[in-house]
Nanobody
Framework: QVQLVESGGGSVQAGGSLRLSCVVSSVGGLRNCLGWFRQAPGKEREGVAA???????YADSVKGRFSISRGDAAKTTLYLQMNSLKPEDTAAYYCAAPMRSLAISETLTPGAYTYWGQGTQVTVSS
């Protein structure tokens, strides 16, 4: 079983920054990727960023503004640094882990991930 717990959401003005954290348990049972996803009201969940070993992947909408990383030697914490935030970044943000190894084409696909955190809300005002 894998548990993921997000924190760090909040309300900021456009142009501001936030750093999301996700504590991941049972890292030994995970495969090669961890990801951040978001879901705005009335919209489908979408991939934001993923990290697979040392490779990182980003949605076009966040490239150059968001950065995903894994912290500490045990790599049990996942981070998402979000800079230059825009009102359209407003959403509930989730970290997730797959049950199996993923192909590159799957890294930002919500359906490829099995384990999910409870989410943390990010609200960006104009």
């Amino acid at each position: 079983q894998v548990q993921l717990v997000e924190s760090g959401g909040g309300s900021v003005q456009a142009g501001g920054s936030l750093r999301l954290s996700c504590v991941v348990s049972s890292v030994g049972g995970l495969r090669n990727c961890l990801g951040w996803f978001r879901q705005a009201p009335g919209k489908e969940r979408e991939g934001v960023a993923a990290i697979c070993a040392r490779a990182t992947f980003y949605a076009d909408s966040v490239k150059g503004r968001f950065s995903i990383s894994r912290g500490d030697a045990a790599k049990t914490t996942l981070y998402l640094q979000m800079n230059s935030l825009k009102p359209e970044d407003t959403a509930a943000y989730y970290c997730a882990a797959p049950m199996r190894s993923l192909a590159i084409s799957e890294t930002l696909t919500p359906g490829a991930y099995t384990y999910w955190g409870q989410g943390t809300q990010v609200t960006v005002s104009s």
